[in-house]
């Protein structure tokens, strides 16, 4: 172990089409789901070093400080320090750009890679992307038994732009897009994110996703079906295509659930349409948190005031987790 303080940082995302079939019952009984997903430079950072005794202490939204691994009470921090076998005197702080619960940007898997990135770096070990992303699916899915995907873990991990593939053997391809820095622009300068101040369970979502699956594969074999023109839009910089499959994507997803949309957010959309959004779509599992528009530049302010939301500004993000400090 170092005797040093280490702080990483990972960061969150968007999803632009395709959310919903890397969910396991999805690309298991296919050949592969397919999202196309981009980092942005909103970050969870989470600091680890050693304390002076060997109690550990852990400070998120609330601060524990306990004797033994097993009675951290955060699930991910204590299958975390058990997979790579910590049992004692540590501090663990985590602090995040945005509101880290209920957002639909993949704040807990982000945290789940960062934290591991921490703790191996803690212990002076190299991990590459593809191991970070796997042992924190491996935390969330298979250990605590969380429903959800795998492409917040993965993009957390590896960083910008790219179209994920799903396998039916369980591995994942990751192809970054390879575009001018002109037309990334255009596409960023196109893209409004708008914060709800709504929170929401993707739990309760993806539950809900997967007790009605049987009847609705159809609707997710369409929405990967976006996945090869949304990503080519996004290369050649064509707001318009992205726009507009961005919202046959929204219009398929809402089929899926009852939860994933309401009057209220149909209603915020529909507002935004008319004020000239090419498209949209609410981010992650849906239900609130933020909401993603394409739109042209000038009509960001106006659409952002009419609706009475909160803009957040934002760039892509070239870089997957990464240490960002290491103290003397």
């Given at each position: 172990?170092?005797?040093?303080?280490?702080?990483?940082?990972?960061?969150?995302?968007?999803?632009?089409?395709?959310?919903?079939?890397?969910?396991?019952?999805?690309?298991?009984?296919?050949?592969?789901?397919?999202?196309?997903?981009?980092?942005?430079?909103?970050?969870?950072?989470?600091?680890?070093?050693?304390?002076?005794?060997?109690?550990?202490?852990?400070?998120?939204?609330?601060?524990?400080?306990?004797?033994?691994?097993?009675?951290?009470?955060?699930?991910?921090?204590?299958?975390?320090?058990?997979?790579?076998?910590?049992?004692?005197?540590?501090?663990?702080?985590?602090?995040?750009?945005?509101?880290?619960?209920?957002?639909?940007?993949?704040?807990?898997?982000?945290?789940?890679?960062?934290?591991?990135?921490?703790?191996?770096?803690?212990?002076?070990?190299?991990?590459?992307?593809?191991?970070?992303?796997r042992e924190a699916?491996?935390?969330?899915?298979?250990?605590?038994?969380?429903?959800?995907?795998?492409?917040?873990?993965?993009?957390?991990?590896?960083?910008?732009?790219?179209?994920?593939?799903?396998?039916?053997?369980?591995?994942?391809?990751?192809?970054?897009?390879?575009?001018?820095?002109?037309?990334?622009?255009?596409?960023?300068?196109?893209?409004?994110?708008?914060?709800?101040?709504?929170?929401?369970?993707?739990?309760?979502?993806?539950?809900?996703?997967?007790?009605?699956?049987?009847?609705?594969?159809?609707?997710?074999?369409?929405?990967?079906?976006?996945?090869?023109?949304?990503?080519?839009?996004?290369?050649?910089?064509?707001?318009?295509?992205?726009?507009?499959?961005?919202?046959?994507?929204?219009?398929?997803?809402?089929?899926?659930?009852?939860?994933?949309?309401?009057?209220?957010?149909?209603?915020?959309?529909?507002?935004?349409?008319?004020?000239?959004?090419?498209?949209?779509?609410?981010?992650?599992?849906?239900?609130?948190?933020?909401?993603?528009?394409?739109?042209?530049?000038e009509k960001h302010?106006?659409?952002?005031?009419?609706?009475?939301?909160?803009?957040?500004?934002?760039?892509?993000?070239?870089?997957?987790?990464?240490?960002?400090?290491?103290?003397?």
């Open positions: 172990m170092l005797n040093r303080m280490v702080t990483t940082r990972a960061p969150l995302r968007i999803t632009f089409v395709g959310g919903g079939t890397d969910l396991p019952f999805y690309y298991e009984k296919r050949d592969y789901g397919a999202v196309v997903s981009a980092a942005i430079n909103k970050y969870i950072y989470v600091t680890v070093n050693r304390k002076f005794d060997d109690d550990i202490r852990i400070s998120y939204s609330k601060t524990e400080m306990v004797d033994g691994v097993e009675r951290i009470e955060h699930p991910a921090v204590r299958e975390a320090l058990k997979l790579l076998d910590i049992d004692k005197g540590i501090e663990i702080v985590s602090i995040s750009d945005i509101p880290s619960r209920g957002t639909g940007l993949g704040s807990s898997s982000t945290f789940v890679v960062a934290l591991l990135h921490a703790l191996h770096s803690f212990r002076g070990e190299f991990v590459n992307q593809d191991e970070l992303a699916v491996k935390i969330e899915r298979e250990i605590l038994k969380e429903p959800g995907g795998k492409q917040d873990q993965y993009i957390a991990a590896y960083g910008g732009v790219n179209v994920m593939k799903f396998l039916n053997n369980g591995s994942v391809e990751v192809t970054p897009l390879i575009s001018h820095d002109s037309n990334l622009r255009k596409i960023e300068d196109s893209l409004l994110l708008l914060y709800t101040g709504r929170e929401r369970k993707s739990t309760e979502i993806h539950n809900d996703q997967i007790n009605s699956s049987g009847n609705k594969m159809d609707v997710y074999d369409k929405m990967k079906g976006l996945t090869e023109e949304t990503f080519r839009a996004v290369c050649d910089g064509d707001a318009d295509i992205l726009g507009k499959k961005m919202h046959e994507n929204w219009m398929l997803k809402k089929s899926l659930s009852g939860k994933i949309s309401d009057s209220w957010i149909d209603d915020l959309y529909s507002k935004a349409v008319r004020l000239g959004a090419k498209g949209g779509k609410v981010v992650g599992a849906g239900g609130g948190g933020f909401l993603l528009l394409v739109a042209d530049k302010e106006p659409i952002s005031m009419e609706l009475g939301l909160r803009k957040t500004d934002f760039k892509f993000s070239q870089s997957g987790s990464r240490v960002i400090f290491v103290g003397d």
